[in-house]
């Protein structure tokens, strides 16, 4: 569950706009002359007025003359922001998303506007530029409500940040661009290397920006030689401190370590230690939740036990701050804390249909097989589709319109955890993993268990950075510190009989995975060239596996209808001031609308599609009470369609060289079937919904089709993303060390070309299921857990005798006296 568009205060007055929306791809730009330097741009922006900011945004761009035949390197920028009585920031991304594209941040400070360039790998804090790009000024203004600069930006469309590249290629005469505003100063506002930012408060999102001749000018040369202002940084001194780690204790060593602390990391580790193993679970993040010893949350919240993770009606703050929070090295979202995606979610918790696993999995992991472990999940974690503790729902008022209508449309109403097959033209309240009106899930159960027992260790700041191997045999993990106290060494694993489980998620699994050189060449020879290549096992002990690909997201489509019966909760206003009666109700009961999952979620509704190749695709329906795009909340209700099971689209995440992971191709739409089946699903949903008095589409609206609706929307994780990531470790038959080969992991979820490392997480899906997936990962795990601890340990091989090779799935250990040396890429031997 995500929301699109940050909508700032309630019901800003939709006003026309001055230039188009900022969701199209093809938003035509408007020509303007900037009055005070002549300059002629190519704008884009959004009204004052309008529900997206506050305040308006506009961005202007102006180009070299021979800019839309020969890429610019540079352009002249025009930047009108908001900003109250000089507190404000804005900026502009050059690539479109947040992450892995050259950002442009301005603010105002005195009478001066500052800016930095700079760059960010994941949902976070982003870090000064390193590259040779520069900002100089040819103007600025500011006054009590706006501020506008005029700046040329040399070298800014191509860019490469510690190894990793991209760039804005002006000859295609089309650009993605991203725009973001938000109203508290910077901290440091003086020093541009050296601000701090609060994540941006009034608005972002990315555009399509067709160029038009316009925008490429004659006079460029002369208009770039008046960018001579630079603003001289004035800075108290360096500020960032090292992170102590503390070193692993000596002696220690376990039979199992379970890396990640997730939705498969958290009932892995569990299960493993109820069997009497020595379990180590290393974390990356904090405590989340206040039962494990977290604190984080807003001030009402403090000495109550409670953080932002339990309280459901805080969820979606992962998307207001996620500082601290959010993965630092991965351009998507996740959550980097204990409980992982489990911890910052919004709870929805499905149990399993059974053609998901029958479609998308092998024999071994069909429902018939899996059936058994989701029993046993659901009888610790049933959920509720009543999440406040007084069994009553709160504001219905968009779930009855929506509902209604679809029932009225001949859509059939069930109770989602009652039915789990019934998934076509289906409606039904959200389920959720809450319990007792707080999050709940693996944390409030399998790590409670876990906890109890002498034989399970929790190490919490501490991240893998790799497994350390002989071959094919992992002997350890080797950690360093993520925060201060983490811990830093190698902690080795029981000798023959000890595994290492990866569940860092779809990014970080895949991540260590080709640390420890286990991936495509392309992707080791990266991180050969980065900062771990002296220490990197050597190239002939590499593993060629299909770590990366295969990466699937369930597609988004937002859609907004607006109806006079719907009814608005600002849960955003909950973290700061929220309602004292609600408050009330939720400190002292936990029942109310702060139990129920921000942004009012609910229904959820289900179709099924059948394409022209034959195949079935399962679409997903996801409402909740919020406006998107410039539809302001209030009346409006955004309904997210998201593409599952049947899609056929999958991409690729690489790897950098400053090692956080990339979406390089994103999974998206590549099969025409694919695309059919959200323009159906489009129609039929309106068709569904034809006979409800007063609702009106407003995205797509009554003069736009669907079709072009779908055709005209950009297409970039930014905008489309679910968060639903899988796939990146697939589980299969079909060795992925071997040409042609797509698994990572075989049946019992072990790595290919090991004989003790296994991977349980969402990384080992073949692809998307129908709905979010959590209940589906915890579910693999209690199933792969089994199988896990059912496998013999490997034997030592006699001397001579073959220990590794291509396709050899045997143990790699020697026997006492014997080594397991390299012969040649299909054999090595004990000798
Ligand atoms: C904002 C958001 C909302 C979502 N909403 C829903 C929802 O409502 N319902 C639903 O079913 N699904 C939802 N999802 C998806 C779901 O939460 C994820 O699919 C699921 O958590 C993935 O499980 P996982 O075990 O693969 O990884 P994660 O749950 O992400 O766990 C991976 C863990 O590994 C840790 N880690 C990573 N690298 C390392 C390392 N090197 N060393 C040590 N630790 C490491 C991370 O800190 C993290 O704790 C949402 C996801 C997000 C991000
Ligand atoms: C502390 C600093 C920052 C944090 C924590 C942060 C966090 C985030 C998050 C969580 C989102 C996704 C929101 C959603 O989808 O609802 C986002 C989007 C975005 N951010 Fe930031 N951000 C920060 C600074 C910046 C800066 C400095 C810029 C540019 C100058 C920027 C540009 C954008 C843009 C363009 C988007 C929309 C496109 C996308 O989702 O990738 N951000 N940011």
New binding site residues.
């Given amino acids: ?2 929301t699109t568009t940050r909508l700032a205060g309630a019901l800003a007055a939709a006003a026309s706009f001055l230039f188009p929306t900022a969701l199209a791809q093809n938003n035509a730009a408007v020509t303007f002359t900037d009055p005070g330097t002549g300059i002629v741009f190519n704008s884009w922006g959004i009204a004052n007025g309008a529900a997206q900011t506050q305040g308006g945004y506009t961005f202007g761009m102006a180009l070299p003359s021979n800019a839309l035949s020969t890429d610019a390197t540079e352009f002249i920028g025009y930047l009108q922001c908001a900003a109250k009585d000089n507190k404000g920031w804005c900026g502009v991304s050059l690539g479109g998303p947040m992450t892995n594209s050259l950002l442009v941040a301005a603010w105002p400070n005195e009478d001066n506007i500052y800016t930095s360039l700079r760059y960010a790998t994941g949902y976070a804090m982003p870090d000064p530029y390193t590259g040779d790009a520069k900002i100089t000024q040819v103007s600025s203004t500011i006054n009590s409500t706006h501020f506008t600069l005029v700046f040329r930006c040399q070298n800014c469309l191509k860019w490469n940040q510690a190894g990793t590249s991209g760039g804005a290629s002006t000859s295609a005469g089309f650009l993605v661009l991203g725009w973001v505003q938000a109203f508290p100063s910077p901290g440091n506002p003086t020093c541009p290397s050296q601000i701090t930012l609060e994540q941006h408060d009034n608005g972002m999102g990315i555009w399509g920006a067709v160029l038009d001749s316009n925008v490429a000018n004659p006079s460029y040369t002369a208009w770039a030689a008046k960018a001579t202002k630079t603003v001289a940084e004035t800075c108290a001194g360096p500020t960032e401190t090292a992170i102590v780690g503390v070193p692993v204790p000596t002696g220690t060593v376990f039979d199992y370590v379970v ?7 958290l009932p892995m580790a569990d299960k493993l230690s109820e069997s009497g193993k020595k379990v180590l679970l ?4 904090f405590a989340s939740t206040g039962e494990h010893g977290g604190t984080l949350g807003p001030s009402w919240l403090s000495g109550t036990g409670l953080t932002r993770f339990d309280v459901p009606g805080l969820c979606n703050q ?2 207001v701050d996620s500082k601290g929070i959010a ?1 630092t090295d991965t351009d998507q ?18 149990k399993p249909y059974s053609l998901d696993w029958d479609y998308l999995f092998p024999a071994g992991w069909k429902y018939n097989d899996i059936a058994a472990a989701a029993g046993r999940v659901f009888s610790r974690i049933p959920g509720t589709d009543t999440p406040s503790t007084d069994g009553k729902r709160y504001y219905q008022q968009g779930f009855d319109v929506l509902s209604s209508g679809l029932a009225g449309g001949g859509w059939g109403k069930v109770t989602a955890n009652s039915s789990p097959n019934q998934k076509n033209r289906t409606y039904s309240a959200a389920p959720f993993m809450y319990s007792g009106g707080q999050r709940g899930g693996p944390l409030a159960t399998y790590l409670t268990s876990a906890k109890r027992r002498a034989n399970f260790n929790l190490w919490l700041n ?4 790799r497994v350390i191997r002989d071959g094919g045999h992992i002997t350890g993990v080797e950690v360093e510190p ?1 925060r201060n106290g983490g811990y830093q060494g190698i902690v080795p694993v029981t000798a023959t009989a000890g595994r290492v489980v990866l ?4 990014f ?1 699994t895949a ?2 995975l080709m640390r420890s050189g286990i991936g495509p060449t392309d992707q080791l020879e990266i991180v050969k060239a980065s900062a771990d290549g002296p220490t990197m096992i050597n190239s002939t002990a590499w593993i060629p596996s299909p770590v990366g690909y295969n990466l699937d997201d369930h597609l988004n489509t937002d859609t907004v209808i607006t109806h006079p019966n719907v009814s608005f909760y600002d849960f955003y206003e909950a973290w700061d001031a929220p309602i004292e009666g609600d408050k009330t109700s939720y400190l002292s009961k936990r029942s109310g609308i702060l139990a129920q999952a921000a942004p009012n979620i609910g229904p959820m509704f289900w179709e099924e599609i059948k394409g022209a190749d034959g195949i079935v695709r399962q679409l997903q329906w996801t409402a909740r009470v919020e406006g998107s795009f410039d539809t302001p909340n209030g009346k409006a209700m955004t309904m997210s369609q998201y593409l599952g099971r049947g899609a056929t689209s999958r991409g690729r995440m690489t790897i950098t060289p400053a090692l956080s992971t990339i979406v390089s191709d994103v999974p998206y739409l590549k099969d025409p079937n694919d695309k059919e089946a959200v323009i159906q699903g489009i129609v039929n949903l309106q068709n569904a919904l034809k006979k409800v008095t007063g609702l009106v589409w407003t995205y797509p609206n009554s003069t736009t089709t669907a079709r072009n609706y779908v055709n005209d929307m950009v297409v970039s994780p930014s905008n489309r993303r679910s ?4 796939g990146t470790s697939k589980l299969g038959t079909d060795d992925g060390r071997l040409n042609g080969g797509t698994a990572v992991v075989d049946l019992n979820t072990k790595v290919y070309g090991t004989d003790n490392l296994f991977v349980v ?3 080992i899906f073949p692809g998307v299921p129908t ?5 589906y ?1 915890v579910t693999a795990a209690e199933h792969a857990a089994q199988k896990i601890l059912a496998l013999a340990a490997p034997v030592r091989n006699a001397k001579w005798a073959q220990c590794g090779g291509r396709n050899w799935n045997g143990s790699f250990l020697c026997a006492a006296g014997s080594t397991c040396q390299y012969q040649n890429d299909w054999y090595s031997q004990c000798l």
Avoid: Q, Y
């Fill in positions: 569950m995500r890396v990640g602390g997730g939705a498969g990391g290393i974390e990356k993040g992962i998307w993965c979202m996740a959550g980097c804390v204990l409980g992982g995606g489990t911890a910052v979610n919004a709870g929805l918790w499905f501490t991240a893998v950075k993520f569940s860092a998620g779809t970080g991540k260590i968060n639903h990531w899988m997480d969402a990384s709905t979010n997936p959590s209940a990962i």
